[in-house]
C-alpha cells in the first residue's frame, strides 16, 4: 500500500445542494476518487485556498471532497466533472468546484480506523487485515484491505451487491464472474470465498487494480482471480454472472455490448444507483433485452440483479 500511496493526488471540492450530495458523491466515486467525505452545513471560502468552514446557516449545502489521482487521466475526469455538474445544476447559483494538489495524504487513509469487520448474514466474514479476531467456523471470511480504492462493503452501493451475491450463492457456485469496476476487488474475491470458481475484474483506474491483485494475496485466492486495467472490452468470453457498481452513466452505455459476455441464462448485477436513476436504468434494461429478477434498496441506493433468457426460454419474468 505504501508504494501505491506514493503517487500524486488531487484534492477535489464540489459545493452542492444537499439534495446532490449522493449522486455527486457517487459521479466521484465513478471516477475513481478515494474516500469521498461529506461536510454537512458547510460552505468553501477559497479566497487563496479553497478552505471548508462549518456554517450553521447553510444547512441546504454540502461541500463533497474527494481525491484524484495526479494522471494524465486528471483534466478528463475534472472537465467530465464540470459538464455533470453543469448538466445537473445548471439553474443552481452557488455550485463550486476548486482542485489543487492533495498535502494532507493522511487524510486517504484515516477512513482505515472506521473499518470495521462487516458480517453479511452470517455467512461472510469482511475485515481489515489489522483486525485478528476469530472468525466463526460456519462463515466464510474475506480479509481486505481497500488502501486508496473504492470498496470496504460499508457502502450501500457495495453492500446491497454483496447481499445479491449471497442470495444467488445457493444457485451458481462452480461458475465464473466478471467484475466490472472491480475497485478493491471486494466482490470477485467475496465471490470467490463464497464458492464461485474464478472471477475477472476489471477497472479503469490502475491504482485500483493494485490493490485488488495485493487483496487476492492476502486471500491466496491469486490463482483463482485475474484484474486488468480497462473495460468490459478488454474481456473475451461469456461468464454466467457479472457484476457492475459503477452509476448510471456508463452502466447505461455499456449495458447492451456487455449483454454479449453474459451467457444465456446469466445475471448481472447493477449497482450504484440512486433510487431516482432506476427507471432510467429500467428502460436501459429492457433495451438490452434483459429482465429484472431482484431488486434491493438500502439508504436511497438501489441494486438490480437482471437476468438475460436462457437459450430454451426466450423470455423470463419481470419484478
Ligand atoms: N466494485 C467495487 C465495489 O463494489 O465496492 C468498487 C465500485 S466503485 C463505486 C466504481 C469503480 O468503477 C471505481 O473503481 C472506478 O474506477 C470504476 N469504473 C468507473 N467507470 C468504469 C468503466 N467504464 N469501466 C470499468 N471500471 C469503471
Not at 41 to 64: D, F, G, K, N, Y
Not at 196 to 209: K, L, N, P, Y
Request: negative net charge; proline residues 7%.
Amino acid at each position: 500500500m505504501a508504494t501505491s500511496l506514493a503517487r500524486q493526488w488531487w484534492d477535489i471540492y464540489v459545493r452542492v445542494p444537499e439534495s446532490m450530495s449522493d449522486a455527486t458523491s457517487a459521479y466521484l466515486s465513478g471516477l475513481g476518487s478515494s474516500a469521498v467525505v461529506f461536510h454537512e452545513q458547510a460552505i468553501l471560502t477559497p479566497q487563496h485556498e479553497p478552505c471548508i468552514e462549518t456554517w450553521p446557516q447553510s444547512a441546504e449545502w454540502t461541500v463533497l471532497q474527494g481525491a484524484l489521482p495526479l494522471d494524465d487521466s486528471l483534466p478528463r475526469h475534472v472537465a467530465a466533472l464540470q459538464q455533470w455538474l453543469h448538466t445537473c445544476a445548471w439553474e443552481t447559483p452557488g455550485v463550486q468546484l476548486y482542485c489543487r494538489p492533495l498535502r494532507d495524504v493522511d487524510y486517504l487513509t484515516q477512513w482505515q480506523q472506521f473499518f470495521q469487520p462487516l458480517c453479511l448474514e452470517e455467512r461472510l466474514m469482511i475485515r481489515p487485515p489489522w483486525h485478528t479476531s476469530p472468525v466463526p467456523s460456519h462463515m466464510a471470511c474475506l480479509t481486505l484491505n481497500p488502501g486508496p480504492a473504492f470498496g470496504t462493503g460499508t457502502h450501500p452501493s457495495t453492500h446491497l451487491c454483496l447481499l445479491l451475491l449471497l442470495q444467488c450463492a445457493a444457485h451458481y457456485r462452480g461458475c465464473r464472474l466478471l467484475d466490472i469496476g472491480c475497485g478493491s476487488g471486494i466482490l470477485s474475491l467475496a465471490a470467490l470465498q463464497l464458492g464461485w470458481q474464478s472471477a475477472v475484474g476489471v477497472d479503469i483506474d490502475a491504482q485500483a487494480i493494485a490493490v485488488a491483485t495485493h487483496n487476492a494475496e492476502l486471500n491466496g485466492l491469486q490463482d483463482r482471480v485475474q484484474f486488468f486495467h480497462g473495460s468490459w472490452n478488454i474481456v473475451t468470453g461469456q461468464f454466467p454472472y457479472i457484476t457492475a457498481n459503477v452509476y448510471l452513466g456508463p452502466l447505461v452505455e455499456m449495458l447492451q455490448p456487455v449483454t454479449r459476455h453474459l451467457a444465456p441464462g446469466g445475471t448481472i448485477l447493477l449497482s450504484g444507483l440512486l433510487a431516482s436513476q432506476e427507471t432510467a436504468m429500467r428502460t436501459a434494461v429492457q433495451k438490452a433485452g434483459l429482465a429484472v429478477q431482484t431488486r434491493r434498496e438500502e439508504e436511497g441506493w438501489v441494486a438490480l440483479a437482471v437476468q438475460r433468457a436462457s437459450a430454451e426460454e426466450p423470455g423470463a419474468s419481470h419484478v
